[in-house]
Antibody, heavy 119, light 112 residues
Framework: QITLKESGPTLVKPTETLTLTCTFS??????????VGWIRQPPGKALEYVAL???????RYSPALRSRLSIIRDTSRNHVVLTMTNLDPADTGTYYCVYRVGGRDGYTWGRGTRVTVSS | EIVMTQSPLFLPVTPGEPASISCRSS???????????VDWYLQKPGQSPQLLIY???TRASGVPDRFSGSGSGTDFKLEITRVEADDVGIYYCMQSLHIPLTFGGGTKVDIK
């Protein structure tokens, strides 16, 4: 059984850096064809792509957020880490970790982690 | 980026009746491999989105056959043959042909 769990701070101050972790169980982040990413959802709003990293370390960032993002795979801890710098209240929302194996299946979503950016 | 436009915004439904949601993309979602890269997700109240349909018309594991996806090119549809109370929530279409992944604005389905 594959499970994924997001973790990170619930409250971050403006201009600070956010670090979110997506930890896998039952699936190695080195699995060929695996793509792991982050999607966020501001309160009451629609879904927004943030970033993806593939099993071969190909990284794809949201063009709107690219300058503030970093995504890495940590194979020793079997997790994916998203870092977002210079946070703004507009970054408030629920951040979901998603994954799919192979390029055609849909994405499986984690339960999400809620982040509030406020002083 | 590819823009996904859903309609309607709100869809009140009667249990046992059919329902349909439309999604249009700003460019064709047909890949050169012959597959069409559009998914449908349902976000039930208080939950994360769950996959219903991928590649336009393939039901995800465990999804009832009341749900079906259709369409091609830039126009897609999600249909529910007989709505049940458990089907309430926000439905999203998403394209995965190009990064960034982009989503429709969502259709909120509620019981009349």
């Amino acid at each position: 059984q594959i499970t994924l769990k997001e973790s990170g701070p619930t409250l971050v101050k403006p201009t600070e850096t956010l670090t979110l972790t997506c930890t896998f169980s039952g699936l190695s982040v080195s699995t060929s064809g695996l793509g792991v990413g982050w999607i966020r959802q501001p309160p009451g709003k629609a879904l927004e792509y943030v970033a993806l990293i593939y099993w071969d370390d190909d990284r794809r960032y949201s063009p709107a957020l690219r300058s503030r993002l970093s995504i890495i795979r940590d194979t020793s801890r079997n997790h994916v880490v998203l870092t977002m710098t210079n946070l703004d209240p507009a970054d408030t929302g629920t951040y979901y970790c998603v994954y799919r194996v192979g390029g055609r299946d849909g994405y499986t979503w984690g339960r999400g982690t809620r982040v509030t950016v406020s002083s | 980026e590819i823009v996904m436009t859903q309609s309607p915004l709100f869809l009140p439904v009667t249990p046992g009746e059919p329902a349909s949601i439309s999604c249009r993309s700003s460019q064709s979602l047909l890949h050169t491999d012959g597959y069409t890269y559009v998914d449908w997700y349902l976000q039930k109240p208080g939950q994360s989105p769950q996959l219903l349909i991928y590649l336009g018309s393939t039901r995800a594991s465990g999804v009832p056959d009341r749900f079906s996806g259709s369409g091609s090119g830039t126009d897609f549809k999600l249909e529910i043959t007989r709505v049940e109370a458990d089907d309430v929530g926000i439905y999203y279409c998403m394209q995965s042909l190009h990064i960034p992944l982009t989503f429709g604005g969502g259709t909120k389905v509620d019981i009349k």
